[in-house]
């Protein structure tokens, strides 16, 4: 049972490392993940875009709920609306866009890339049902904010036994 626990516990911590950043992509995440340092020599430039067409960038999402919604945020700083695509199907939501430097064309030797540039993409299957032709997505202060309504759930009726 103790090895069960501590499993579960390794599990959660993950989650929690997974779901720190914005977009991740990052050494520290998962060993699993095969990733390329930020600092890049001039000579070598073929392993990062390699690894950036591989892997897009998972955008990090807040769900919560109150008595009458269901709440999704993300941040989605420096993204355009209009570069931005928001879906929902049978209670799985799916938030993806892309997020532009601008025109670096011009750089000849990086020193460090930390930041993600490129597409990013989050499917989820909403934990609550939801009204889903009553949702609202706002984009404000680089934070996307998509309110749902949930569906109430009838209470259970007491079946008398005759």
């Known amino acids: 049972m103790e090895d069960i626990m501590a499993r579960k516990q390794n599990d ?3 989650i929690e490392d997974e779901l720190a950043a914005a977009f991740l992509n990052d050494d520290s995440v998962s060993d ?13 430039d073929t392993a990062w875009g390699e690894a950036e067409d591989d892997f897009p ?3 990090a ?6 008595e009458e919604q269901l709440i999704v945020k993300a941040r989605t700083a420096g993204v355009n609306k209009e570069d931005l695509d928001v879906s929902i199907s049978d209670g ?4 993806s866009g892309t997020l532009s430097s601008g025109d670096d064309s011009h750089a000849t030797n990086w020193h460090i890339q930390e930041c993600y540039w490129g597409e990013f993409s989050r499917t989820l299957a909403l934990p609550v049902a939801v009204k889903e032709d009553e949702v609202a997505a706002i984009l404000k202060d ?12 009838e209470q259970a009726k007491k ?4």
């Open 61 to 66: 999402v807040d769900v919560y709920e109150t």
């Open 159 to 162: 079946i008398t036994i005759q």
């Open 142 to 153: 680089g934070v996307l904010s998509i309110t749902f309504s949930k569906v109430k759930q």
């Open 57 to 59: 960038g998972q955008l």
């Open 12 to 14: 959660d911590l993950l």
């Open 92 to 95: 799985i939501l799916t938030i």
């Open 32 to 44: 699993d993940q095969t990733s390329v340092s930020p600092i890049q020599s001039s000579g070598d």
